[in-house]
């Protein structure tokens, strides 16, 4: 009796283990999961027992038609809000299982019992015992695959969506192809379950793929911990195992056993999000070891690092750019240049369209009308993840640093072709990975160091004041070695202490070699920084020319200047 309940166990932890991946350390809660687990045990059921087909090519092809699922119902719900991804998938969840129960060839709604005799690999699987050693195995098979992925390169990108997606698609990562990937990787591993799952019950039926398992197999997730795969076995295994114990055990009815199954779950659910609401095995972050001693030095400040601003080569040039929200026209006919070597300010007063400008440089917003180009390619109608790897980069004002991620691991997500990023490599034999990873860490490191933040590496974003922040997102953006960088105000709300540091790395990055803009309202940064200076209100711009001619004009020191 206590092995039929173990075969239970194992097989409802890795249920919990493939969810754990995608909303853990994706952070897409989906609650379709346990229909994709009842696919794939229907999908088992009417091939190896209506149909007499082998059971592990039933298997196969259970994995395969829950992952085409998951697949289409990726494209669809992923790309909506969080909410709507939730009523999405839950739609799901509750069609499909009415599907099951409609069609008389999948049972109705009794679904499709008596399956039994299946074999595996010459062994007849008739009792629970017989049933022991493949349930383990798909755990270990599904626990192997989502570590794999989670503790990797792959994982990294993952809990950039979850953390920020509009900052991690700024990093150069295709956020929504692997939010639809790891969507559909975790839908087969459900399906996966479900058919050994449906194996080891000798039946498909609504009830046994319904709502109640879905929120089970979240309940352990919860109470395991996001992004803890060991956690979610824990968990697994124990709130299983709740039921089997208040009636072996302590003699509880069935009906009264299930029922106090419902209440504790209830009652540990409060208690975890109440005490411990990361979970009882928290997310560990990636360890470091101990930094050297980080540059204090940087590159002397030299005006345009000693290029004369009217050679330097136009790198980036937009012309005619124009975006209306509705009535409100945010951009209107915006050109500009950026050479290579110097920087570039934009400024203005609040609200006149600064940031919309950097949005529609980097594809972040697509312009109504206009052209951008980078080294003579044009960019317009390009995805923002394609701009960072063609070379063009962006800050933010609001920093948008990955706050449960180290800097470290910050800095790490920026670095491009990371090999540990692509499926195919992943799986591949070899410590090919390993040693890439080591090299991006490497790497991270350096421009930590950079930035004087080295000694932070192994610190959580969230942890840091507001001007670390600023410095480790600047190390983050060159760390995508991408060759024009736009800096959303990198001096704003910077104390003193923070600014003369921040104006030393801006001017490093210049004398580098790399082209430089940066929105800002300090006109001290900008006077000390800029070569060449656009002035932009009510969505376009009005003037440009040095700090100087600037400020010497009469009608802009009025509309901004002056007030400064």
Known sequence: MWINYLD????????????????????????????????????????????GWPYLASLVVAVLVATAFGVLIGLIALGLAQEFLILMTLAFSLGIIGVFATFDSLGGVMGLTGVDGLRLFGFELDGPSD?????????????????????????????????????TRALGKNTFGRKVGIFAITSGL???????????????????????????????????????????????????????VLREVLGVQSTQAALWQVVLYGALLVLVMIVRPQGLFPERSKRVAAPGTARSDVSPRSPSGGVAYADAEVVLRADGLSKRFGGITAAKDIALELRRGTITALVGPNGAGKT?????????????????????????????????????????????????????????????DQPGERLGRLFVPGRGVSRADRAVAAQAM???????????????????????????????????????????????????????????????????????????????????????????????????????????????????????
Request: charged fraction near 15%; charge should be negative.
């Open 190 to 244: 459900s399906g996966l379950v479900g058919g050994v799952y449906s194996g080891w019950l000798g039946q498909a039926t609504p009830s046994a793929f319904g709502f109640p398992l879905a929120m089970a197999v979240f309940a352990m997730v919860i109470v395991g911990g996001n992004a803890n795969l060991v956690g979610s076995i824990v968990a697994g295994v124990v709130l299983t195992m709740i039921e089997p």
């Open 446 to 564: 350096e421009w930590l160091d950079f930035v004087g933040m080295a000694d932070h590496a192994g610190t959580p974003a969230d942890a840091l004041s507001y001007g670390q922040s600023k410095l480790v997102s600047l190390a983050r953006a060159l760390a995508t070695r991408a060759d024009v960088l736009l800096l959303d105000e990198p001096a704003s709300g910077v104390d003193a202490t923070w600014v003369e540091t921040m104006l030393s790395m801006v001017a490093a990055v210049r004398d580098e070699g790399r082209t430089v803009c940066l929105v800002e309202h300090n006109l001290d940064v900008v006077r000390e920084l800029s070569d060449h200076t656009y002035f932009m209100e009510l969505g376009e711009i009005t003037a440009s020319g040095t700090l100087a001619e600037l400020t010497g004009s009469a009608r802009l020191a009025e509309a901004y200047f002056g007030a400064q």
């Open 356 to 416: 919309t400008a950097f949005n529609l440089l980097t594809g972040t917003v697509v312009p109504d009308t206009g052209s951008v180009r980078l080294n003579g390619a044009e960019l317009v109608g390009m995805r923002p993840d394609l701009i960072v790897r063609a070379g063009l980069v962006r800050t933010f004002q609001d920093v948008r640093l990955l706050d449960r991620l180290t800097c470290l691991e910050n800095v790490m997500l920026a670095v491009p």
């Open 131 to 167: 049933w022991l050693i493949p349930s383990a195995l798909v755990l270990v098979l599904v626990f192997a695959v989502c570590h794999r992925l989670g503790e990797s390169p792959y994982g990294r990108v993952l809990k950039g969506i979850r953390e920020d997606t509009v900052a």
């Open 8 to 51: 239970q166990a194992l097989l409802l932890a890795a249920l919990a283990v493939s969810v754990n991946l995608l909303v853990g350390y994706a952070g897409q809660v989906s609650v379709a999961h346990a229909a994709f687990a009842g696919v794939g045990g229907y999908a088992v059921c009417f091939l190896a027992g209506v149909h």
